[in-house]
């Protein structure tokens, strides 16, 4: 399984410890590769989300808040912040979201470890969810 992953600053420690408790998944990292020096989450986020393509994204910022919206500002992108298992699950099984975000700030690591775990091991239930998620992709004027 490929995974691709970034985060900001604040995000940094969290990801390199999900990468090393995953480490039967190759992960894409796409940085930040320092805590040391403030970046701008949205490089990370649009990076991630041009890259892609039909497989899973992992984004971490301070809360997940702004590295989460500037992700679902890309077409085909559906990433959900999630605080919990059950949000995880939910991402995937009523909205087929294909990148987790979550906040390094807000949430511990083992909570982190069991959403990624959860998300990734969840399957979109389709049928009337499928109806919209379609409707989410409609351009609006």
């Known amino acids: 399984m490929k995974i691709f992953i970034a985060s900001d600053h604040a995000g940094y420690t969290l990801k390199e410890r999900i990468k090393q408790n995953f480490s039967e998944i190759e992960f894409i990292d796409l940085g930040t590769n320092s805590?040391?020096?403030?970046?701008?989450?949205?490089?990370?986020?649009?990076?991630?989300?041009?890259?892609?393509?039909?497989?899973?994204?992992i984004l971490i910022c301070g809360t997940g808040i702004g590295i989460s919206i500037a992700a679902n500002r890309h077409e085909n992108i559906r990433c959900a912040l999630c605080h919990d298992v059950t949000t995880a699950r939910l991402a995937r099984e009523h909205n087929n979201a294909n990148v987790i975000s979550f906040g390094a700030r807000v949430i511990g690591e083992e909570i982190a470890f069991e959403m990624i775990n959860v998300f990734l091991n969840t399957k979109f239930l389709g049928q009337r969810h499928q109806r919209r998620v379609e409707k989410i992709n409609i351009k609006r004027a």
């Open 35 to 57: 805590a040391d020096v403030s970046v701008d989450y949205p490089d990370y986020s649009h990076d991630l989300a041009d890259k892609i393509g039909q497989n899973f994204g």
